[in-house]
């Protein structure tokens, strides 16, 4: 008579109690509560408010403390802020492409029709907050409409913070939208970036050409059956350097990498349910030859490994860092904007904030419906006021958009103005989204 394995039974039940797993338990326990991971950034938030506008020279000089790595002839140099931002935020942005290729072949946009909808509505999420920017900027000699492009992006680790406070009154299907959105989002923000805030160095297209490359070797690997991932991680490593090179964001090569991982496993489970099944003497301790024992546990170890994807093996392990190290260390050098309120632009702060807090939800909503009614994308298994609240959600629109205020005014009272703007829109966008969603979760 074969043991029934249920949702109850826990490996960690088959070790020893030891005095660090008294310890760690809890920890570990309190981790995978949802909402743990949302508290933690708040936290940070506040944490990095009060630190830039109580001190605000020691929080610059922190954030911006420089380092120099050499290779070699090859010399880099940066400063935390970097770090976080260039470096560990595309490890942030690799866990969600895991996650989106995960729903790509399995999951909620695995049609086509589906996967359509989230695309559709960035664009609508960039251009309602825009237009709104624009009829509330005043034109002129001195324009302040050279800002259009602050409110348009979407602060993906932030929707992402406010998401897991509201843990599962957000509908998975919900959650993978609105992740799917933001990358989308990121990737319009760099267009946005290129075409409206030109640089004089532009985007190095031999760097960029050879990180594609790579990116191409990469996924002929994976469909070859090279699953090294030492290789693949060597070579991830040379992508994203490649991007730092060329002048792109190097978290869009965090998405490219996720979305390259097969999400597909290699071992079926009912052949790993007939091997394990054979080898049911060796496993009751019947065997007494240590070399047979070896030599089963082993292929065990690995048939069990491959009977999951590759995606899943990498996307689990890696949430607990995002969560309780990325996230928050992200939040504490990012959300620190020092409030000045000499020679404020209302109509600068305005503009930004009302964008952020009307235009997204507006863009969203209406460019999901029409795509939905003209056919192009299938209606969402939520509510369209389920929708309306990711779109209020999506107008947290914090580390992009400071980046653009930063290009599109010189330092001053405008940019401090639009930074403002930037604080009290995303502040707003997130309390009234958290709010809205609560209430219509229980409701339905």
Known sequence: MSAKVTSSDRIEDLFPETPVRKIITPIERLMKVETTGGIVLIIMTVAALLWANLSPETY??????????KIGDWLGNGDLHWLINDALMTIFFFNIGLEVKGEMTYGELHNPKAASLPIIAAAGGMLFPALIYLMLCPHGANSAAHGWGIPTATDIAFVVGCMAILGKKVPHALRVMILTLAI????????????????GDGINFAALGAGFALLVLINVLFRIGVRNLLLHGVIGVAVWAFFVKSGVHPTIAGVLLGLSVPAKAVVANSKMAHFASNVGGVLSGETKDRNEKYEVFTMLKRGASESISMQERLFKPLVPWV???????????????????????????????????FGKPIGIFLFSLLAVKVGVSVKPSYSWKVLWGGGMLAGI??????FVSSLAFDVGARQDSAKLGILLGSFCAAILGTI???????KE
Do not use: Q, R
């Open 323 to 357: 969560n309780f190290f990325i996230m928050p260390l992200f939040a504490l050098s990012n959300a620190g904007v020092e409030i000045k309120l000499g020679g404020l632009e209302v109509p600068v702060m305005g503009a930004v904030a009302l964008a952020l807090v």
């Open 184 to 199: 989308a989002d990121d990737i319009g923000a760099i267009l946005v970036i290129a075409i409206g805030y030109p640089s």
């Open 397 to 402: 629109g914090f580390t992009m958009a400071l």
């Open 60 to 69: 610059h000089h922190f954030w911006h403390m420089p380092f120099s790595l």
């Open 436 to 442: 809205y969603m609560s209430i219509v979760s229980k």
